[in-house]
């Protein structure tokens, strides 16, 4: 490393390069291509600039971290930092020199360009049958003939009334019973839980309650609040999942856990908190924007979401009453502070596979304080609760037809089967799929490249990015500001690169074909060889955004062991082929079918028959949330489903080398022909 | 020093501090520590709160305390302090606030003591059949080929080898899981609750756990620490409720709730406090003392109670896996945060009255996290789960003689019936019989009068203290250091003044027989006539001890209202008398059969008949936490016993009347026939 430069990382996103030493954290995060607000133009008085120094050695990006690798703190930050934020290495990003490497965390709040987590909620069938559910109760009052106590006299019309006996009440509850039936002039909203704890009284009627469904991917969460009587999605939100500090991957997490004391702590702690930020935020949207948050007891009945106009419910978080959450299963102990350890060495056992009811409350998830939330089962180690969500989302074992289904996240899970078989296995895609460890890869944000056409001729490129709908042959360069390239757009271009000749069936840059190529050249630095996407003129970092040859690699690697993995399954369920594929996830849902078929993610399938399926893990948690038999057929699912440990199959290494190789010949992939052009199909 | 606060110093304890202006001198005394008695809640209307302020430049404590530094004189001192006493500073703790420094003398008097409680554990049949049982539990290690997780495991060999089904774990009790499995070479010990949760798991084989049977009285509270597998009491701990400082009964103390702002969660996290407290007591005795606690997974097997010799058992607060508890029913309000203020007004209706299973770390009681508090079920807003617990201990609805089993406590609660009926109410016998509202009465202390022997011919007294062995007949005047007199003395006393002829049925001094006898004279401030009981020479406080007429008023009150609750009970199930009379409470242990009959505090029975069955709440307690059946058999009591408003019936208020008066006629009592001197009985 040279004298004069220190390398910097900025955490979540894992961008990094050496920047000369002297200049501001602010200035390298735009050397870098990342982007933190910056609202005053670095004076120091906007504050917007957060910055945390991380301390420590870290060995995974090869650096030792310091606050003292930044310059000393600065009068002007004391007005915007805490003592005890100081205490944990914040800083303003634009008073903070790089004096030596540094790993920077960007918190949520400091990030400019809110990231497009495109987890919108899709209409699925669900029967509605809430876990809890409202019972309007009146009663006589008391007398010294009928002196019964209170939670006797409304259980008796609870039983009379709607069947419901041997109900218990949780403290919290019974703390508002003798009030609420007072105020309510002895009538009463009564909220059941299971058909079998009292959770919640309110006096007089009431005709709403809500609900989240939370759906906690390693890089992301998203929670959609429902409301419980329509079952309408009132709201949807979703951040980073604030754990990705620790580690992109579930491996990373598993081993900050057993190398640091209080590590696994710390990330529950932060997934927890990330949690209770997220059921603020659709608390605060139940109210005008700017308008103060006051409590009242009940939802306005006439109350529809923000987004509809002009009737806000203005809820409070007592107003939530249940939750349903899925993780995959190192997420899901992390989360409950269960050692994960076992789950990172064979033959990674969980600590349990059912559903889990914990008071929320216990947990420290700050909702109405006597309700549950429901942890959905997990099926093995490596497949979770979140891919229970996707099998009683998409409800496989209920058709005769083979699907297959995949659900790339930042670790490839697939299940595979009908009515009468489902099996199920992990891969290690990595996050390259998500733009991770990809040069210029960055979130599904404005600037990410998420579409690319090669023209197979010139081999000039044409690509959209997200926040601009004009493509780059209807703009002026100026007009891209294409900052890198996010998971979809990975996706095209690995297709684009082999259907136009660019890259060969091994991956390697077709070098005879791009001699002369105005976007093909050797980078002087790597000598590694890089194909051109988008000119500096065309980006907001002023630098070129390229392609390398080791990015493509990464790209193999996942669609490899996706590929290998969902050959293992078909050979292993005696088929030749599926019938339908479907692809869940992030990932899945911006998918375009033809590419995702070009590039080999999956066996050869009919292209009407693969189906993106969005968010379908998020979808099986709102199934779970709104009707509490499908929180059995989950548990039925998590051990119905045989889980195959892909790397014990014999010939896995081998499948797996040769699922590295882009689809060649049209024996493999017949619904190629016309697609990609046979020279390149057979060559 | 601020301007808002002033500086109180308490004398002779020598506790100060800084309290804001403005609050009571009782107030200033709860903030620092000082026990000063307060039986009616601060009324004003006790006047038991005695202080004296000092005048003077007091340049030890670095103070100016002046009488003017407290708030003027009010009119309802009056009564309490006479103008000699006032002259010299005294003032009432409660009518008096704190305007400025001050330096305050508590009156030995005044002083609450620490109160002996005796509330041992008696021998009673329990079944062993406790709520947490212990499975040992061995498993295979997971493999590849059987990955299952490990609840799952541990599961499987549960049912297979105990019936037991459906198992769910506490989210606290799944963190120790995988642990306890891998350190324990695959085999734990798993204690399940009520054949349903798994609440604690321990590496390898353990023999032991624990539990707390917990009887919350008005004034005392007792702990029963139990082996749940030898069912041995391994100890008894007990404590004053450290609620008596906001109301010496259960009415001050809603009162206490309803003026005060977070006087509930004062109050409720006192005895919370207390409760953690006997805990904390428990565990430090099953070390030797002096010996720093550590923590072992396992009690010693061969281990037995501290008092029994030289093995100690050493356990830890987690080895504390159960706690049954019983309260009267404001009580267990205040403990569990449940706003008691319908309970203070007709129809005096609680909240709930079956049984509570509550986490213990949801009232924040520190044992096993995962384990419950089982918390008995209550009969009527004056008839608590501390009726409860002498209905299962004592069995009536077992037999078919008509028992009537008096609790006297703060409040007196009445049961009367056998197999085919039984029903309950309660009486406001006031503190009375507990040495409150009484001239000299204080608390079972040491230096107060517990037996009173009376000569018939001399009427001169001979009598014990507590805290000496030997009575006054057989001490020096100076050895007594008598300062008053407690509940089982007044018992005694009122016996001895009717059995000597002191007083005549009616409860007035027999003016007439005691002419010229030199303890019998009139209160020259109050005029008053009184009967000495020690001379101010046998005192600690200097002055005589004496009862007055209003005393004697006062525990006639108290014994009428018993009374007239028995006759009515026994009326109303159509009886002539009952057949066995069992007196429970710590007034029962210490309590005289015979001089119980003499005072008249129930109808006549034979003597033989009369049985003092101790603190029988408290055992109910104990068979709760030893017998999972005697829970539900507590549930069945609480909703089987018909509860009688006494006040309601017809001729309550002519037989409370008649029941002030002393037994007389052997008609009535012929019992007492030999016993009280025909002359007096029949006079």
């Given at each position: 490393m040279s004298e004069d430069k220190a390398m910097v990382i900025f955490q979540p996103s894992g961008r990094r390069g050496k920047v000369p030493k002297g200049i501001s954290v602010i200035e390298a995060s735009r050397l870098l291509g990342v982007d933190i607000e910056t609202l005053c133009g670095e004076k120091r008085v906007c504050g917007k600039c957060l910055v945390r120094i991380e301390e420590g050695q870290f060995e995974k990006?090869?650096?030792?971290?310091?606050?003292?690798?930044?310059?000393?703190?600065?009068?002007?930050?004391?007005?915007?930092?805490?003592?005890q934020r100081r205490e944990k290495g914040y800083r303003l990003g634009c008073a903070a020199r790089v004096e030596d490497?540094?790993?920077?965390?960007?918190?949520?709040?400091?990030?400019?360009?809110?990231?497009?987590?495109?987890?919108?909620?899709?209409?699925?069938?669900?029967?509605?049958?809430?876990?809890?559910?409202?019972?309007?109760?009146?009663?006589?009052?008391?007398?010294?003939?009928?002196?019964?106590g209170d939670f006797e006299r409304i259980c008796r019309v609870l039983e009379r009334d709607f069947g419901l006996k041997n109900l218990s009440i949780d403290i919290f509850a019974l703390r508002q019973l003798s009030g609420a039936l007072r105020d309510g002039l002895w009538a009463v909203t009564v909220s059941v839980w299971n058909d079998r704890e009292v959770v919640r009284i309110r006096p007089g009627k009431a005709d709403r309650s809500y609900g989240l469904a939370i759906d906690v991917?390693?890089?992301?969460?998203?929670?959609?609040?429902?409301?419980?009587?329509?079952?309408?999605?009132?709201?949807?939100?979703?951040?980073?999942?604030?754990?990705?500090?620790?580690?992109?991957?579930?491996?990373?997490?598993?081993t900050y856990h057993m190398s640091t004391p209080q590590g696994l702590q710390r990330m529950s702690d932060d997934i927890l908190?990330?949690?209770?930020?997220?059921?603020?935020?659709?608390?605060?949207?139940?109210?005008?924007p700017g308008k103060k948050k006051k409590r009242i007891d009940q939802a306005d009945e006439t109350g529809q979401g923000p987004e509809e106009g002009k009737t806000y419910l203005r809820l409070t978080r007592e107003d939530i009453e249940d939750i349903a959450i899925?993780?995959?299963?190192?997420?899901?102990?992390?989360?409950?502070?269960?050692?994960?350890?076992?789950?990172?060495?064979?033959?990674?056992?969980?600590?349990?596979?059912?559903?889990?009811?914990?008071?929320?409350?216990?947990l420290g998830i700050k909702i109405n304080p006597s309700s549950y939330l429901f942890v959905l089962p997990i099926e093995a180690g490596f497949v979770g609760a979140d891919n229970v969500g996707v099998l009683i989302a998409e409800e496989p074992y209920k058709h005769d037809e083979n699907q297959l289904i995949i659900d790339i996240g930042t670790n490839g899970e697939l299940v595979l089967g009908n009515r009468h078989k489902m099996i199920s296995s992990s891969c290690a895609t990595g996050p390259a799929l998500e733009g991770a460890q990809i040069t210029f890869g960055m979130r599904?944000?404005?600037?990410?490249?998420?579409?690319?056409?090669?023209?197979?001729?010139?081999?000039?490129?044409?690509?959209?990015?997200?926040?601009?709908?004009?493509?780059?042959?209807?703009?002026?360069?100026?007009?891209?500001?294409?900052?890198?390239?996010?998971g979809s757009g990975i996706l095209d271009l690995l297709a684009e690169l082999y259907r136009t000749g660019i890259i060969v069936k091994s991956g390697a840059f077709n070098k005879k074909a791009l001699e002369d190529h105005p976007r093909f050249r050797t980078n002087p630095d790597t000598e590694q060889p890089e194909f051109v996407l988008a000119w500096a003129a065309?980006?907001?970092?002023?630098?070129?955004?390229?392609?390398?040859?080791?990015?493509i690699r990464q790209i193999q690697l996942a669609k490899g062991?996706?590929?290998?993995?969902?050959k293992l399954m078909v050979k292993r369920m005696g088929l030749e082929k599926v019938d339908k594929v479907k692809i869940a996830g992030a990932f899945g849902t911006h998918v375009d079918r033809t590419k995702a078929l070009v590039m080999g993610l999956f066996p050869d399938c009919e292209i009407a028959m693969i189906e993106s399926v969005g968010n379908a893990a998020g979808d099986g948690c709102r199934a779970a949330l709104l009707n509490v038999e499908k929180r059995a057929e989950a548990n039925w699912c998590s051990r119905h489903v045989e889980y195959i440990e892909l790397t014990l199959e014999e010939t896995f290494q081998q499948d797996f080398v040769e699922a590295l190789e882009l689809p060649h010949t049209t024996d493999q992939f017949p619904h190629l022909k016309g697609i990609v052009p046979d020279e390149i199909l057979n060559q």
């Open positions: 990006f090869g650096i030792q971290s310091a606050r003292t690798h930044v310059s000393p703190w600065q009068a002007e930050e004391e007005k915007f930092i805490t003592p490497d540094i790993l920077v965390f960007v918190p949520e709040a400091s990030r400019a360009g809110k990231q497009l987590v495109s987890k919108a909620a899709r209409d699925i069938y669900i029967e509605h049958n809430p876990s809890v559910q409202l019972y309007f109760v009146q009663v006589d009052p008391p007398s010294f003939e009928e002196p019964t991917g390693t890089t992301t969460v998203a929670a959609y609040f429902c409301d419980l009587t329509s079952m309408e999605v009132v709201d949807t939100v979703s951040m980073m999942n604030p754990q990705c500090k620790y580690g992109e991957d579930v491996m990373a997490r598993i908190a990330g949690i209770n930020e997220l059921i603020d935020r659709v608390i605060e949207n139940t109210f005008p899925g993780f995959n299963t190192a997420m899901h102990h992390i989360f409950l502070s269960i050692n994960p350890e076992y789950l990172g060495s064979a033959p990674f056992t969980p600590a349990i596979h059912r559903s889990l009811d914990i008071k929320a409350r216990d599904a944000a404005p600037g990410a490249i998420e579409r690319i056409d090669i023209d197979p001729q010139t081999r000039e490129v044409d690509y959209k990015v997200i926040g601009r709908d004009a493509w780059r042959n209807f703009s002026k360069p100026g007009e891209m500001k294409v900052k890198g390239i996010c065309e980006s907001s970092i002023g630098q070129d955004i390229v392609v390398t040859q080791k990015d062991a996706l590929y290998a993995g969902c």
